[in-house]
């Protein structure tokens, strides 16, 4: 066997290596996820057992729902506050206290087992497609390495079998994991039907606060006797299109965007979110097999290059130095930003169990609020600070370059407010505006001027923070500057001297057009971060008074922790992306081209 066969030898089998590993990842998510409906499913029958017996206190009513899988025990336990599910000898089997009809005392300890036609383990038929699709893979690579013309189309044939069979096995995982939360889900509903049937008196029952969802722990809305709604547990907009269904219903039914298993009791409308999307397997295996399917199709694709030793010596050589970064780039910035853009597509929040796909809506959303586009305007003209920070800067800079005695005092000095933390800063920067007993308006005083609103006051409090901001980057720009003026050769200056130029026009012909590539860093710089601004907004406004403040980042900041709407404030991120990307490729653009023609 030659070094090139060995060689592309060992890249099929890295292909084979890494689908084999996704495979197996993605089947282990999807039988994690059944595992998990599966317990979620015997947690609620257990809950709900339990209020049986707290609220019909006899035999018969669990022996309808729950025949021949409870068991009632004497025993107390204080620290069981809600039912848990345990593994045992006989399988897994759920656990959760009693109470008497008051909820005051604790009277025993129920036992449920889970049914024996229960299953979450993976179906042999999908194991053995498995170990099938992986052979016919294997093989056909197998076909690939050994033809040393390597043909472009045997090529492109064995790349497409080799990105496509790994899709089978994951394909009938999902659709085995689908059936599994579906049918846990239809026991779900089930169970809460018989319970409340099993009720004697089912109106009576309905009208104790929290009664339903206690014992059925589903949403639930209830009609009065002219058949309008009364009661809901579920957001307004689902309540509206599910109380606009005829009774009776049950089955499947998508409401605000989200998919409800419902049925009716008497006048109680029951609707149930479902597993299958509640614990997302879908969504898991997708992104599994995707990036499986993008890692698997790489060693394929270098099948030129190790035709190539020397060159895929170095390739090698140099990616492997390079593979902790790019390790850390994609954990942390590329992950990220991906899941920001599946945020964005989503109606995402921590409270809802469900997040539905909405498309583009978030950003229809974000484009008509007015409320955003007021933030990015406070941001726009927060950003003016910049010129004037540089004008400052520059100047400092040219004072601080020369070389006399204490100058490196003064340079860390001004450096400081660069290093010092944003909160401290922005705190002391609020004590010395405040209204009655600032600094700065003690000082206005003495001079015989009255108090101003620094912060208080829509007309003040963002000049405010952009005077602030000035004083913090100030030292930083300095400092850039400094550098770019140590790249500026004196002979310029002493033949601008020998010229006759003077101050102002050794400084217009000479220090400007050496700085001018400096000049560009820090302003492009500077405009990013200066659309990035929230700690001191964070800290001294907190987007007031009147949404005066109210920034790009605070008030992306406020839709996602306050409002907790993360898919629009995912939706905003983009668009400020957006944004920020669009006036730098102007900068880039516009003034690169001034400073090559300089």
């Keep these: ?50 209020a049986i017996l707290r609220f019909v206190p006899h035999a018969g009513a669990l022996d309808s729902t729950f025949a021949r899988r409870w068991t009632l025990t004497d025993e107390l336990d204080p620290s069981l506050d809600q039912a848990l599910v345990f593994e045992s000898t006989s399988g897994l089997t759920g656990k959760a206290a009693v109470y008497d009809a008051d909820s005051w005392f604790q009277i025993g300890v129920l036992y449920l087992a889970e049914p024996p036609d229960r299953s979450g383990s993976i179906p042999r038929t999908i194991t053995i497609t498995t170990l099938i699709v992986l052979v016919l893979m294997s093989g056909i690579i197998a076909l690939w390495i050994t033809r040393t013309g390597d043909p472009p189309l045997l090529r492109a044939t064995s790349l497409a079998a080799a990105v496509a069979l790994p899709t089978t096995p994951l394909v009938l995982a999902h659709v085995w994991a689908v059936a599994e939360l579906g049918q846990a889900t239809e026991q779900r509903l089930h ?49 509206e299109e599910l109380a606009a269904i005829p009774a009776p219903f049950r089955g499947l039914i998508v409401a605000d965007r989200v998919d409800y298993a419902v049925a009716d009791v008497g006048s109680i409308r029951l609707a149930g979110l479902l597993y299958e999307d509640t614990h997302q397997a879908t969504t898991t295996v997708i992104l599994i097999a995707l990036l499986g399917l993008a890692v698997a199709a790489l060693p394929m694709s270098l099948a030129r290059l190790v035709e190539r030793p020397r060159l895929f010596h170095r390739n090698v050589v140099a990616w492997t130095f390079l593979a902790p970064s790019l390790v850390h780039i994609t954990i942390f910035t590329v992950g990220p930003l991906v899941f920001a853009a599946w945020l964005s597509l989503h109606r995402w929040s921590l409270l809802d169990a469900v997040r539905p796909m909405v498309g583009l809506v978030n950003y229809v959303n974000v484009l008509t609020d007015g409320a955003f586009w007021n933030s990015i305007k406070n941001t726009v003209v927060f950003t003016l600070h910049v010129p004037f920070a540089m004008m400052i800067a520059l100047a400092i800079a040219l004072v601080v370059h020369r070389r006399v005695r204490g100058i490196v005092v003064l340079r860390a000095t001004l450096f400081l407010p660069t290093i010092t933390s944003l909160v401290a800063i922005a705190m002391v920067w609020q004590w010395m505006l405040h209204d009655e007993y600032g600094l700065i308006n003690w000082l206005l005083s003495v001079a015989g001027l009255g108090p101003v609103r620094w912060l208080t006051s829509p007309a003040t409090a963002l000049i405010s923070i952009m005077v602030m901001s000035v004083w913090m980057i100030v030292g930083y720009q300095m400092v850039l500057f400094q550098a770019g003026l140590s790249t500026i050769p004196q002979e310029l200056y002493d033949a601008a001297r020998i010229d006759g130029a003077g101050s102002w026009n050794r400084f217009i012909h000479v220090t400007l057009p050496g700085l001018r590539h400096t000049l560009f860093f820090v302003l492009v710089t ?11 907004v964070y800290v001294m406004t907190e987007g007031g008074p009147l949404h005066s403040t109210d920034v790009a980042v605070y008030h992306i900041y406020r839709e996602a922790w306050e409002f907790l709407r993360f898919g629009d404030a995912a939706a905003m991120s983009w668009v400020l992306f957006a944004i920020i990307f669009t006036v730098t490729l102007l900068q880039f653009r516009i003034l690169e081209e001034r400073l090559g023609e300089a």
């Design 1 to 50: 066997m030659t070094s090139t066969t060995r060689r592309r030898f060992a890249l099929g089998f890295s292909a084979v290596a890494v689908a084999s590993v996704t495979t197996a990842s993605a089947l282990l998510v999807t039988g994690r996820s059944v595992e998990q409906g599966r317990r979620d499913l015997l947690r609620q029958e257990t809950a709900t057992a339990a």
């Design 191 to 239: 169970m809460a039907v018989q319970a409340l049937e099993s009720l004697p008196d089912l109106d009576s029952f309905a009208r104790r606060p929290g009664a339903i969802t206690q014992l059925t722990g589903l949403a639930f809305l209830q009609r009065d006797a002219l058949g309008e709604t009364s009661l809901s547990s579920l957001p307004s907009a689902a309540t």
């Design 526 to 536: 500077s405009v990013i971060g200066s659309f990035q601004v929230f700690g001191a």
